[in-house]
């Protein structure tokens, strides 16, 4: 249960960080930032993994900035999906 939490929090923080790193307004609601968020957040870290990345002691910055930029262009593609512009 904590790890399901823990996710979520993540996933929050990581589609707050992607829709501030994008220019312009973004018309999406905090839960679609929510969800876009934990499923970049799981991208990330396949593709940490897949890339080589291991388990470290401490923050991985690699693996935050790889689920940021994975977020940030499923917030692009949730636009251009529904037609809204989101850059």
Known sequence: MGAVIGTIIFGAIIGILARLVLPGKQNISAIVTVILGILGALIGY??????????????DVIRWLISIAVSAGLVVGYGLITGNKQV
């Open 46 to 59: 396949y593709l940490w993994g897949m890339i080589g990345g291991g388990d470290t002691k401490g923050v």
